[in-house]
């Protein structure tokens, strides 16, 4: 009984064992089921089903008809020596003269009843009542096991499933904080932490690998003029305009965030300064031709530098800001290069 591991598999066992190992003609389980107040034969060798697998024509009886249905609401042993006698007795097709009935009790949980029938009048005694009263109890603690076992698979499946579930919304919570802690609100686009990592990690990976790094930095020509003359809202809307031009026009390997205030950042991978200041002139080229929902244009002074070798964050990004500041000295609405001071990661 102990490899067994689901109550089906269970009564088939016992009702083979008390058959065939310990000699009983006959020998029938049926399992309690609260919901409809009755039991259901599940396994029956013996007088009525010669089978061991499976029965026919399975019976169910309802709790308080009959020997068995007497037994499971009593929930005492009944030993009837003769059954012509008896006035609670549904008699079947075949005709049986006695039978043994035990309830299958675990504390005051009945799981069942074990019955067996024989068709000799006075088929069983005081000793066979005894045994299957043993069998009952080994019967309902395998079942008791079963269930806890169950309950506890039940239980476990339960957790990992909440557990899944759980591990499913903290990483969305976390990627939408992510989002949150690396996006600049006003614009959608990378704010100046997200920045500073990217290109920190773009530089490291453009001096490991020799490869091309350029950046772009540009800001809005007379911003505060807008914001001036507009108001806020407005000088919002122009921010936010001017980061939707850039996204759309860079490529997908390019990552562009707002620098701070009214000043933008472009990271732009393996792109040479040539590439670079391409991409610069079609960007100041749409910034200059669009006009906002207000009617207002605006345009943009841009700073680029190229990675040199061996030459920190830092030194980098200070020679774009002096090119910036040269475009505005020299009329803004314009592009300038920074410096270069030695050897680029990659020659050219």
Not at 106 to 128: A, I, N, T
Not at 281 to 292: I, S
Request: charged letters at 25%.
């Amino acid at each position: 009984m102990v490899s067994v591991i689901n109550a089906r598999d269970l009564a088939w066992f016992v009702t083979r064992q008390i058959v065939g190992s310990l000699g009983y003609d006959d020998c029938v389980i049926y399992f309690f089921r609260d919901q409809g107040k009755c039991l259901n034969q599940v396994a029956a060798i013996g007088v009525k089903n010669s089978g061991n697998d499976e029965i026919r024509n399975p019976l169910t009886i309802q709790i308080g008809v009959g020997v068995t249905g007497q037994v499971a609401l009593t929930k005492k042993t009944m030993l009837v020596l003769d059954l012509r006698l008896h006035r609670n007795y549904v008699r079947d097709i075949e005709q049986v003269l006695s039978e043994l009935c035990v309830p299958i009790m675990f504390g005051d949980r009945l799981y069942g009843v074990l019955d067996s029938e024989s068709k000799l009048v006075g088929g069983f005694d005081q000793e066979d009542r005894e045994i299957f009263e043993t069998v009952s109890r080994l019967i309902a603690s395998k079942l008791a096991l079963i269930e806890q076992t169950e309950l506890n698979n039940e239980y476990a499946t339960e957790l990992e499933q909440k557990v899944a579930v759980r591990t499913r919304e903290l990483k969305i919570a976390n990627e939408k904080l992510e989002w949150l802690v690396s996006v600049d609100s006003l614009t959608g686009i990378f704010n100046r932490r997200r920045l500073d990592e990217t290109l920190e990690i773009e530089v490291e990976r453009s001096s490991r690998y020799g490869e091309s790094l350029s950046i772009i930095l540009f800001d809005i020509d007379h911003f505060k003029t807008v914001n001036d003359t507009w108001g806020h809202q407005v000088g919002d809307e122009v921010i936010a305009g001017v980061a939707r031009i850039a996204k759309e026009l860079t490529r997908k390997s390019d990552v562009v965030g707002r620098w701070g205030g009214e000043e933008f950042l472009i990271i732009a991978p393996q792109t040479k300064l040539a590439g670079a200041e391409a991409f610069a002139e079609k960007l100041r080229g749409a910034l200059e031709d669009v006009r906002f929902p207000s009617g207002i244009g605006i345009t943009a002074s841009f700073g680029i530098a190229r990675l040199q070798y061996n030459e920190p964050v830092t030194l980098l990004l200070n020679r774009a800001d002096q090119a910036l500041y040269r475009a505005k000295r020299l009329g803004r609405n314009h592009i300038e290069t920074g410096a270069e001071f030695g050897y680029s990661c990659k020659e050219e």
